[in-house]
């Protein structure tokens, strides 16, 4: 069977200053799968997460999204384009309910434009309600429809980051990229996160993972890929890599986290 | 104050009662004075949306709202008394015309939208004041004076407030119906999303930019609708009425009613800022002074304004009336933020 | 144009660029430090100038003395509307408050400020132009031009305190902290660094090298009702164009507006400003993070 690559990283650099963030990286992700990418704080994860979701000008090198060269493309065309991602920070409409915040998540499902909206026209009614639908049934699914009507900011902080997980996934994406989704939560909340995480990708959507919490990586991910100062430093499965000399070279003297 | 358990009954009932009054209000007040503070308050309140507007839908802050209350009112003037148009041709023209420009300026400042855009609307407005005093085609320092009544329409002559009055009462709520509706759909969804987290709503897609600049134009036209019907109400129109201070002064008065509520804050701040002066007789020299004073008081001390802050008063939560409170304070922001 | 009035152009407005400079030195601080946009930054010069005056000619000081009198009281002005006013802002922006809010009310603050403060000089001084005696009476030459001791004066206390500033800020303590604070304030309150005294230094700093721009003035140039609102757009557009957290953008900002100004006013005489704007405007929209700074989040 074939296993093609949805999403393939060309010859990329970035550079802040004088200073490369990220040194002509290669990577393939392929599709269906679930991949870690891991590496010592500053190796450059979230600024190739940043690059490929549009919120930085690429400096140099392609980034090519299921055949189609989307380098230099905005956030919001990417989001288009079927590429969706969470932060670090747990990024959400706070001053929102749960509810708001997984509707607005639907904005590209809208096919009525927008002057029509302006009108409220029956048309535009009904393909409301059809999203209304939408949203209590992914709300159900992720097991957040009884915190439905509560403030964003008001939600311990495992169900603001499922939240924001709900939110990525109401796009309708091909790619999902989570931004160390496991920070700050408990051993619980990880495994319900982990399996989350597989659900999602058996709905056929390819998941790229950066994490600290590297035990969880190893568990959750099919594939791995290390980066180091911004380039890639090692890749393979979770026992390839955990016994790669240059990984744990490179985790050497940093403190390890959870 | 006793509420009918059918809260959605009462909402409706209050609303009525309210228009009605504001309809019959010439008629229960004589007074010209009182009609004079009434449209001004109806301006004040007009322009103070301008600015909430923008601010509650794109998250930007624009201190140059003076500058499109002036085109509106220099399009219309010269419409008018150069071209010979009729007031009723001239006023909706005009509001075309600060719609322009204002694309125009918009499609260029909202690319950087935080600070940098702050310094374009002041230096904006700077410009347009600055254009409207140094060319003598647009009436140099001197501005216009004499500026024709609207042309009477059905057989109502301009000559008292009153169908004055009326014709900004109207025009008030055509603009209120108007952002209400462009609030409660799709788009109204989008803003709020934009202004809560405008990274968040990019990452789902939402083009920012161009949802900034209709909520930047959009409200724009609203001040230069306010100043077409201000340039023929007090029939003169000069270049320092509209320059750096006034926009300042604009931007008080949602702060004052409740940054959050884009319609009432606004009207709340307006009505304030036009009646409470005129009991305390503030000289002209001072009143920048206050001014600066009352904005400095609340956003040190009550940040979300006198609506925002209604459930926080400790008279309120005393008289366990609170919860009573932050229903009207919600339903307020149902017609505000949604 | 003859040479002559090229260089005393150029001298002029050199000698303006520097004012500038330094004050917009004072601004970035802030701004970096305190996370203020300081919009009342420029009246606070004329503030600086109009005291200076008062203590010089009202009250008829020793110069020297009117300089300590007029920056003490300066120093005792940044301290109180430091703690006063923009204090109270740094404990409300918890994380969920979005950049927009943050913006809007440190803007307010600022624009109150200024409205208190640029009314409240024309209230107590009185609208006319106010103006001093020459300290030095002679006049120096340089370069075929002939300046009043007064600019020669203004230039080498720019570069003074531009070097006090900038070893300030790299080897002593406090500079080290300022320098902290503003890369990342959370990270250097961790680590110890009492942020809100910090701020307040860096704060009372800026205003008082405003204040002392504004004394440098006084027996030049006409001290003017005008001074506070030129100034606060010409700063505005000074930290703007060479960017935020860049000193040498700040020096390269402050040198072109100040040649714009002096060249400008001889041949377009107020349409100047208008052309700085459009200097701005041109700055804004292509490099928004200043000719040499960093875009600022």
Request: include cysteine; charge should be positive; hydrophobic fraction near 50%.
């Amino acid at each position: 069977m074939q296993v093609t690559a949805i999403l393939e990283v060309r010859k990329v650099s970035k550079f802040f200053g004088g200073l490369a963030a990220i040194n002509n990286l290669n990577l393939d992700i392929f599709d269906s799968e679930i991949l870690g990418l891991i590496g010592p704080n500053g190796a450059g994860k979230t600024t190739l997460f940043n690059i490929i979701s549009g919120f930085y000008p690429l400096m140099s090198g392609n980034i090519i999204f299921k055949k189609e060269d989307i380098t230099g493309l905005r956030a919001d065309q990417i989001a288009k384009k079927g590429i969706s991602r969470t932060f670090q920070i747990s990024t959400l409409f706070m001053r929102a309910t749960v509810f708001e915040n997984v509707f607005i998540g639907f904005h590209l499902h809208y096919k009525e434009p927008g002057w029509k909206a302006f009108f409220h026209t029956p048309a535009v009614k009904r393909e409301e309600w059809v999203i209304k639908q939408k949203v209590e049934e992914l709300l159900d699914e992720m097991g957040l429809t009884p915190l439905k009507d509560e403030l964003a900011i008001n939600l311990p902080h495992g169900h603001q980051r499922i939240l924001g997980v709900c939110i990525a996934l109401a796009c309708n994406p091909k790619l999902l990229l989570l931004d160390e989704p496991l920070t700050g939560m408990n051993p619980t909340e990880k495994f319900a996160m982990i399996a989350l995480i597989r659900k999602i990708r058996d709905r056929g959507i390819t998941i790229v993972v950066v994490e600290h919490d590297v035990k969880a990586v190893m568990r959750a991910c099919g594939r791995i890929v290390v980066l180091n100062h911004g380039e890639k430093i090692a890749e393979g499965s979770p026992g390839e890599i955990m016994n790669n000399k240059k990984v744990i070279e490179a985790y050497i003297g940093r403190e390890e986290e959870g | 104050m006793k509420f009918v358990t059918n809260w959605r009954a009462s909402r409706t009932a209050i609303i009525i009662v309210v228009l009605v009054i504001t309809v019959l209000l010439p008629l229960i007040v004589r007074n010209s004075y009182w009609h004079h503070l009434f449209i001004m308050g109806f301006i004040n309140s007009l322009l103070g949306m301008t600015f909430s507007v923008i601010f509650c839908c794109a998250g930007m802050v624009n201190l140059g709202t003076g500058a499109f209350f002036g085109i509106g009112a220099y399009a219309s003037t010269m419409l008018v008394m150069i071209g010979g148009w009729p007031f009723w041709f001239a006023l909706p023209t005009s509001i075309g015309i600060t719609g322009i420009i204002a694309t125009a300026f918009g499609l260029i400042s909202i690319r950087n939208p935080g600070v940098p855009f702050v310094l374009l609307t002041m230096i904006f407005a700077e410009i347009i004041s600055q254009i409207a005093g140094q060319i003598q085609f647009f009436g140099g320092w001197g501005g216009f004076i004499m500026v024709p009544r609207p042309n009477p329409i059905g057989g109502i002559e301009f000559n008292t407030k009153v169908p004055y009055y009326y014709l900004i009462l109207c025009l008030f709520l055509l603009v209120v119906v108007v952002f209400k509706a462009l609030y409660a759909s799709r788009i109204g969804r989008v803003w709020k999303a934009v202004s809560l987290s405008p990274r968040l709503a990019e990452t789902l897609g939402i083009n920012v930019y161009r949802y900034r600049v209709l909520a930047f134009v959009i409200a724009s036209s609203a001040a230069g609708l306010a100043g077409s019907f201000y340039a023929h109400y007090t029939q003169t129109i000069a270049p320092q009425t509209f320059g750096g201070f006034f926009s300042i002064l604009v931007q008080l008065y949602p702060i004052l009613g409740g940054i959050d509520f884009y319609v009432f804050g606004p009207i709340l701040g307006a009505a304030i800022m036009t009646f409470i002066p005129e009991y305390l007789r503030i000289t002209k020299e001072i009143e920048p002074i206050i001014t600066g004073l009352l904005l400095l008081t609340i956003v040190i001390f009550f940040p979300r304004g006198i609506i925002g802050s209604l459930s926080n008063f400790p008279h309120v939560r005393l008289a366990r009336i609170s919860d009573r409170v932050k229903e009207i304070t919600n339903w307020l922001s149902g017609m505000g933020p949604r | 144009m003859t040479l002559e009035l090229f260089f005393q152009l150029l001298l002029n407005g050199l000698i303006v660029g520097m004012l500038y400079v330094l004050i917009v030195l004072g601004l970035d601080i802030i701004i970096r430090v305190c996370n203020i946009y300081n919009f009342a930054h420029g009246y606070i010069y004329a503030l600086g100038a109009y005291l200076f005056w008062f203590s010089y000619v009202s009250l008829g000081l020793h110069p020297l003395f009117a300089l300590l009198l007029s920056l003490s009281l300066m120093a005792l002005f940044g301290i109180i509307t430091y703690l006063g006013v923009f204090n109270a802002l740094q404990s409300r922006f918890t994380p969920d408050v979005p950049f927009s809010h943050r913006l809007l009310l440190s803007a307010m603050l600022s624009v109150g400020l200024m409205m208190v403060v640029g009314r409240g000089i024309l209230v107590t001084f009185g609208t006319e132009d106010r103006g001093a005696h020459s300290i030095f009476p002679q006049m120096i030459n340089i370069l075929n031009v002939r300046l009043p001791v007064e600019k020669l004066i203004i230039v080498m206390a720019s570069f003074v305190s531009m070097a006090g500033l900038f070893f300030f800020i790299s080897k002593t303590k406090i500079g080290r902290a300022l320098r902290a604070i503003s890369s990342d304030r959370e990270m250097s309150s961790l680590l110890g660094v009492n942020t809100t005294w910090i701020s307040l230094v860096g704060y009372t700093l800026a205003v008082v090298l405003a204040g002392f721009a504004g004394a440098l003035v006084v027996p030049v140039y006409a001290v003017s009702a005008e001074m506070g609102k030129t100034m606060f757009f010409i700063s505005m557009v000074v930290m703007m164009i060479g960017g935020i957290g860049s000193y040498k953008g700040t020096i390269l900002g402050g040198i072109i507006v100040g040649q714009m100004m002096s060249f400008g006013f001889q041949f377009i005489g107020g349409l100047s400003y208008l052309a700085i704007w459009i200097l701005f405007m041109i700055v804004i929209i292509f490099k928004p993070g200043g000719l040499l700074g960093e875009v600022r989040d």
